[in-house]
């Protein structure tokens, strides 16, 4: 899929070449003050979140 002219967030890349799988687990309660500080653009389907709060970060993928 093409970035659309608006898209003002990143998008997904190639995988690098030693990059680590991650396995998805499903969400956790959800904690206090956490903030996405970082994300993907919202114009595809998957979107993946950095999150920070309360002493702890974690990516969040939405589907
Ligand atoms: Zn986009």
């Given at each position: 899929?093409?970035?659309?002219e608006e898209c003002?967030?990143p998008h997904l890349?190639?995988?690098?070449?030693?990059?680590?799988?991650?396995?998805?687990?499903?969400?956790?309660?959800?904690?206090?003050?956490?903030?996405?500080?970082?994300?993907?653009?919202?114009?595809?389907?998957?979107?993946?979140?950095?999150?920070?709060?309360?002493?702890?970060?974690?990516?969040r993928r939405t589907?």
């Open positions: 899929m093409m970035p659309l003002v967030s890349v190639m995988a690098q070449r030693d990059h680590v799988r991650l396995d998805w687990r499903k969400p956790y309660r959800a904690l206090e003050r956490v903030r996405p500080t970082a994300w993907t653009c919202a114009c595809w389907a998957t979107v993946y979140e950095l999150c920070e709060g309360g002493g702890r970060a974690f990516l589907i």
